[in-house]
């Protein structure tokens, strides 16, 4: 089980945007291709401008075979076309949970 953290860096005073177009539009095209949502968050303190989010695969195999299946979505590229011009900066990190992780046997929500 793996965890993908990415975190998208708006322009100053675009975040709050950039989560209304989100909720009203992407998230209804992501959640069902790429299944178990953890989190999505602004940040408040330390790095301004900044969207969080988190989402649980089985492995990289199945984070490759539904980000695939998401980016050749018509719907997305739509989507993401409106969206990316908000957007200033953007990271990727894939998060392994310790052993002894509430989530080393799975989501634990």
Do not use: C
């Amino acid at each position: 089980m793996i965890v993908e953290e990415r975190i998208y860096t708006a322009l100053p005073g675009k975040s709050l945007e950039y989560v209304r177009m989100y909720e009203a539009e992407g998230l209804a095209i992501q959640r069902p291709i790429l299944g178990k949502l953890v989190g999505y968050f602004t940040s408040e303190i330390g790095t301004l401008n900044q969207i969080v989010h988190l989402w649980a695969y089985e492995d990289l195999a199945d984070r490759a075979a539904r980000r695939a299946t998401l980016l050749s979505d018509p719907r997305w590229k739509a989507y993401s076309a409106k969206v990316v011009p908000l957007l200033l900066n953007q990271e990727n990190r894939i998060l392994v949970p310790a052993p002894f992780s509430p989530w080393a046997n799975g989501p634990a929500y």
